[in-house]
């Protein structure tokens, strides 16, 4: 019986996780993404891998223990065995969406924010589409109606609720600025507010560009929160010692300023380590 728990990354800064830096022509270094959605995730295995080499940094024996042992030259099974901690993928929850002339908005879906409410289990209905606070900020049109404007049209708010039990923990959201989109909307939102980068790479011994060594990359905007479910076989897994958030760096491009992120880990299993170490 596994044991459950989740956590809600919030990027610090803009976040690539997916094809790898090159210089091929043309090279446009995409994200990973959900194949209903099509709005960016972070894989399992990035998850793990970026939890296994931050305890392994500090304490060997606990990593292999957790995230179980590597292969063993000469052993006739590699002495390898199972992780007791498990990591899904990593969906968004909020993406932030610029729209001109208004501030920022955090926008979502009902598929998306279905996926938050089954990991976090909260105990709210699941919002209609074009659903905001009371207290947006938009464009007035009369009758008591609003609308956005994004740099691809306008959209109209069509119901209004408090989203503010939607907020994950360790998230700076304010619920003002929520807006619950339709799912086949959130494809083209999400294309729209993506970080997006032109880079070249240079010859060695002089500031020049090497022939066809134009690329871009891709990546999810400072602000983007996403959450991934966690299952554990028993309890003790504590990652970050004593304290449920944590500051680390996901994907690749690390050196140029991508990746840096929030981690606020959350669930019953959680609350009952606290209480017991309390």
Known sequence: MYQKAYGIIETL???????SAGEETGNLNLIFRDQFTQTGI????????????????HDADKTNHWYGHEAIAGQTDGGTTEALVKFEYASLVWLPVFCPGQPVVWVSCPRLLKRYKQIS??????????????????????????????????????????????????ADLSAENLVVVADNDIAMLHDMALYRQSRVSLEPNQKKAKQGAF??????????????????KESGWQPFGEMLTEDLYFGGLESIGFGRCRVTLAGQYFAKTVAVSA
Do not use: C
Request: charged residues 15%.
């Open 13 to 19: 800064a803009p976040l690539h996780v997916g094809a």
């Open 121 to 170: 289990g909260i105990d709210a209905s699941i919002p209609k589409p074009y659903t905001a606070s009371p207290s947006l900020v938009g464009r007035n049109i009369g009758n008591n109606q609003t609308v956005l404007f994004f740099n691809l049209g306008f959209l109209a708010i069509e119901h209004k609720v408090d989203l503010s039990p939607w907020i994950p923990a360790g």
């Open 42 to 57: 972070i894989p399992g295995s990035s998850i793990r891998g970026r939890f296994r080499a931050d305890m392994r940094s």
């Open 215 to 232: 690329f871009d990359v891709e990546a999810l905007p400072e602000g983007s929160v996403l959450v991934f479910p966690v299952a554990l």
